[in-house]
């Protein structure tokens, strides 16, 4: 049963650096599969931030995309979540996922299918 | 960028009712949906993917359908475990991002 753990401060300063890493255990991140991040402020939906590939490939969600850099650590088995110069707009639980190939209507789709719990960080002074 | 939009945003219904939440891409997205499950301060579960697909432990209540730009969930018998918010995926196209519909919250009548 793969299993997915974030950490990091859940307090930042605005204009600093908000850092995330999430920890796999149960499976491979050199597995065929993307490691995404997902957001939600408090109350609110959720919104995309990137993923990547064991081998270094990644996505971003283009309104992020300036401030985001998501990087994988193969030796530790984890991935890891950058955002430089947040705001209080940037406060929100913060997600890791697994995303799988999944066989269906015919061909594979990538689906995030296991999550881990969340970690709510906080920008405030 | 692909906009995706829920209706209801929000619906009461009873244990035993059936429900139905839809779903709609600003553009066709083939099959490319997911549908999410979530309770208050737990990870959103995977539900429904390729649009129809029902993933492994999911109760077969719940069901998937639609393709291009026009989806639904159903809950053929709404019970007390499903009162939650759903919320719709594209996992479509990647330049914008693999949106998330607003989300429909089902609650107590």
């Known amino acids: 049963q793969v299993q997915l753990q974030e950490s990091g401060p859940g307090l930042v300063k605005p204009s600093g650096t908000l850092s995330l890493t999430c920890a796999v255990s149960g499976g491979s991140i050199s597995s065929s599969n993307w490691w995404s991040w997902i957001r939600q402020p408090p109350g609110k939906g959720l919104e995309w931030i990137g993923e990547?590939?064991?081998?270094?490939?990644?996505n971003y969600n283009p309104s992020l995309k300036s401030r985001v850099t998501i990087s994988v650590d193969k030796s530790k088995n984890q991935f890891s979540l950058k955002l430089s110069s947040v705001t209080a707009a940037d406060t929100a639980v913060y997600y890791c996922?697994?995303?799988?190939?999944?066989?269906?209507?015919?061909?594979?789709?990538?689906?995030?299918?296991?999550w881990g719990q969340g970690t709510l960080v906080t920008v405030s002074s | 960028d692909i906009q995706m939009t829920q209706s209801p945003s929000s619906l009461s219904a009873s244990v035993g009712d059936r429900v139905t939440i839809t779903c709609r891409a600003s553009?066709?997205?083939?099959?490319?949906l997911n549908w999410y499950q979530q309770k208050p301060g737990k990870a959103p579960k995977l539900l429904i993917y390729a649009a129809s697909s029902l993933q492994s432990g999911v109760p077969s209540r719940f069901s998937g359908s639609g393709s291009g730009t026009d989806f639904t969930l159903t809950i053929s018998s709404l019970q007390p475990e499903d009162f939650a918010t759903y919320y719709c995926q594209q996992s479509y196209s990647t330049p914008g991002g693999f949106t998330f519909g607003p989300g429909t919250k089902v609650d107590i009548k």
């Open positions: 990547i590939y064991h081998s270094g490939s990644t």
């Open positions: 996922a697994r995303k799988s190939p999944h066989y269906g209507s015919g061909s594979y789709y990538n689906v995030d299918d296991y």
């Open positions: 553009q066709s997205i083939s099959s490319y």
